[in-house]
């Protein structure tokens, strides 16, 4: 019956994104000068804004992130300190995305997810195992939503993540489908937030060419509207620092969102 439930919910998924594809072919195709647009902004989280986002939106149950992972009982009601801040992030780009193209009704986030315990990889492959997790929300939806609501929509979709699964979005990514929704996902003018969390990756510890351990690291996100790193850090009580490609004209409208800047600095 677990497995049932499993196949429904990957099935109703996917039946979602074939209804965002076949929306998604009306989206113009790029510009040729559309780069020139944007440009990569650093924002940070300080730890104290990280404790007061949790107390706020974080408390839900006690659920542990063991409990989150179980696809046999899995607990919806668990999000992660990077749910909250994925959450923050996409929130932020969406509203300043409905006030310049309110035509466009939805809203899409990308996350770069670890997938070698949910798929049976052994931890000793040094290769990619990042699976880009795909979801979207209506714009109007989620502006109706809380900060909690939009990472428990997060965490629900990491929370579909199993072999089965995995394979059926990949036989999807193998069909010439697949290339206009990416195309269209990507568009300087739709609203998308992608999200590559390597802030916890021991690079400071691990790096080491014979010239010693760096004492900065720095990664640009993609010149692509959305596209975002979050930086490695060298201990808890620094701040998560954020690069992030965005239209000069988004960046504006998040500069002045309150709910935004209450966690976040520029």
């Known amino acids: 019956q677990a497995n049932s439930s499993a196949e429904s919910s990957v099935g109703a998924y ?3 994104l074939g209804l965002f594809l076949k929306e998604s072919s009306m989206f113009k195709e790029y510009h040729d000068n559309a780069r020139d647009t944007f440009q990569v902004f650093r924002f940070s989280v300080t730890q104290k ?13 006690n659920c542990s992130f063991e409990q989150s992972q179980s696809h046999e009982f899995p607990c ?3 999000v992660s300190t990077s ?3 994925c959450a923050l992030f996409w929130r932020a780009i969406t509203r300043a995305h ?10 899409c986030m990308m996350l770069a997810c670890d997938i070698r315990k949910r798929i049976g990889v052994s931890q000793a492959y040094c290769g990619n195992a990042s699976f880009p997790l795909i979801m979207h929300m209506s714009k109007t939806a989620m502006m109706r939503q809380s ?7 997060i965490r629900h979709h990491i929370g579909l993540l199993s072999a089965g699964f995995v394979h059926q979005v ?4 193998a069909t010439p489908q697949s290339m206009q929704y990416l195309m269209s ?8 937030f992608s999200a590559s969390i390597i802030n916890k990756f021991p690079m400071f510890d691990m790096l080491n060419f014979g010239f010693g351990k760096p004492v900065h690291v720095d990664i640009p996100a993609y010149l692509n509207p959305g596209f975002s790193i979050w930086m490695p850090t060298r201990s808890q009580s620094q701040p998560l620092y954020v690069n992030l490609s965005l239209n000069h004209k988004v960046f504006d409208i998040m500069q002045a969102d309150s709910e935004f800047r209450h966690f976040v600095d520029i």
């Open 76 to 78: 919806t009601s668990y």
């Open 98 to 107: 409905l006030k310049l193209f309110p035509d466009d009704p939805h809203t």
């Open 170 to 173: 990949m036989e999807f990514m």
């Open 147 to 153: 900060i909690t609501s939009t990472a428990m929509h």
């Open 83 to 85: 749910d909250l801040i």
């Open 49 to 61: 804004s990280v404790e007061i986002l949790k107390m706020c939106h974080g408390n839900l149950t």
């Open 185 to 192: 996902m990507f568009h300087p003018t739709k609203s998308f």
């Open 14 to 16: 996917m039946h979602e």
